[in-house]
C-alpha cells in the first residue's frame, strides 16, 4: 500500500518562498505521477502541480505557472514542489498523493496534508 507524507509547509509573508517535500514508499512507479492538490478555506480541492512516473513532464495549475517548480528523486523517493513568489491565495492545505497527472487525477491514497499560510 503506498504512503505518502508531506513536510514543509508553514506561515510565510507574501512574496516568500516555500519548499514542500513529499516522501513516498509502496508505491509502484510505473504508470502513474506524483502531484500536489491543495485545498483553500472554503472552496474544492485544486490540483496545483504534477510529475510524470520518469519526472520528463511536469504541469502546473495555471495560477501558480511561472512560481511553483516540481521535481522528484526517485532513488529517495521524494517529490518536492518549491513556491516563490507566495500569495495570500496560495494558502490552504497542501496534500501528496499519486495521479494522472493529465487532468489531475487522483489515484489510490494520498498523505495527511502540510498547511501552508501566506499572510503579513
Known amino acids: 500500500q503506498s504512503q505518502f507524507v508531506e513536510s514543509g509547509g508553514g506561515l510565510v509573508q507574501p512574496g516568500g518562498s516555500l519548499r514542500l517535500s513529499c516522501a513516498f514508499s509502496?508505491?509502484?512507479?510505473?504508470?502513474?505521477?506524483i502531484g500536489w492538490f491543495r485545498q483553500a478555506p472554503g472552496k474544492e480541492y485544486e490540483g496545483v502541480s504534477c510529475i510524470s512516473s520518469d519526472a520528463g513532464s511536469t504541469y502546473y495549475a495555471d495560477s501558480v505557472k511561472g512560481r511553483f517548480t516540481i521535481s522528484r528523486d526517485n532513488a529517495d523517493k521524494m517529490v518536492y514542489l518549491q513556491m516563490n513568489s507566495l500569495k495570500p491565495e496560495d494558502t490552504g492545505v497542501y496534500y501528496c498523493?499519486?495521479?494522472?497527472?493529465?487532468?489531475?487525477?487522483?489515484?489510490?491514497?494520498w498523505g495527511q496534508g502540510t498547511q501552508v499560510t501566506v499572510s503579513s
Open positions: 509502496g508505491f509502484t512507479l510505473d504508470y502513474y505521477g
Open positions: 498523493g499519486s495521479m494522472y497527472c493529465s487532468g489531475y487525477v487522483p489515484v489510490g491514497s
